[in-house]
C-alpha cells in the first residue's frame, strides 16, 4: 500500500548545490543566478488572476458582462422606489375616479360662439359658458345651430344684395358638462 501511495507526489524544490562561486553569482532569497552569470526569470507565480485556465477566462467574461449592467440597488432602496411607485399610481387612480365619479349632465340653452382671430366660430367656450350657467366647471359642444343674420338693408325692394349685408353666427344648444 505505501508504494501505492508513494509514486503520487508533487516534485521538490532542487536545492543548490554550493559551489565556491564569487559572491556576484551567489543565490540570493530574491533572485536565482544562471551558471552563465545572468539573472535567471523570476519565478512563475499561480495568482487566481493569471491562471490561464479555461475557468479564469470564464470568470474574466462573466466580470465584463457584468460591468455593462447599472450597481444593484439595496433592497432598502428598492422597497423605497416600490413605495414611491405605488403611492403616484394610488394618486392617478384617485384622480381618475373622482373624475368618473363627478356625474355629467347635459345642458341645454342657447350661446353665442363667439368668432375667433382666423373666423372660425369657437364654439367650445361657449359651451364652457353654457355649463357654467348651469353650475358645471367646462363642458363639451353637443349640438350646435346655424343662423343666417342679415341687415334690414337686405329687406328693401329693389336693392341688390352685397356680400357683407349677412352673417352667420353659430349657437351652442346642448352640451355635455362636467
Do not use: H
Not at 405605488?86 to 373622482?98: E, G, N, R
Request: aromatic share 4%; net charge positive; with cysteine.
Amino acid at each position: 500500500m505505501l508504494t501505492i501511495a508513494g509514486g503520487i507526489a508533487w516534485p521538490q524544490a532542487i536545492s543548490p548545490p554550493s559551489s565556491p562561486n564569487p559572491p556576484s553569482q551567489q543565490t540570493t532569497p530574491d533572485r536565482a543566478v544562471a551558471p552563465s552569470g545572468e539573472p535567471a526569470p523570476p519565478p512563475v507565480s499561480l495568482r487566481p488572476e493569471e491562471n490561464p485556465g479555461l475557468f479564469n477566462e470564464l470568470g474574466k467574461m462573466f466580470e465584463k458582462s457584468l460591468s455593462i449592467f447599472p450597481p444593484l440597488k439595496s433592497p432598502g432602496e428598492t422597497i423605497d422606489d416600490l413605495n414611491a411607485r405605488a403611492k403616484d399610481a394610488t394618486k392617478d387612480a384617485a384622480d381618475t375616479l373622482s373624475r368618473l365619479a363627478r356625474p355629467a349632465s347635459i345642458a341645454t340653452g342657447r350661446t353665442i360662439c363667439p368668432v375667433s382671430m382666423n373666423g372660425a366660430p369657437d364654439c367650445k367656450s361657449a359651451a364652457d359658458k353654457l355649463c357654467q350657467t348651469k353650475g358645471f366647471k367646462e363642458g363639451k359642444n353637443l349640438t350646435i345651430d346655424s343662423v343666417e343674420a342679415c341687415s334690414a338693408k337686405v329687406l328693401i325692394p329693389g336693392r341688390t344684395r352685397k356680400p357683407d349685408d349677412c352673417r352667420t353666427d353659430n349657437y351652442v344648444t346642448r352640451a355635455l358638462c362636467q
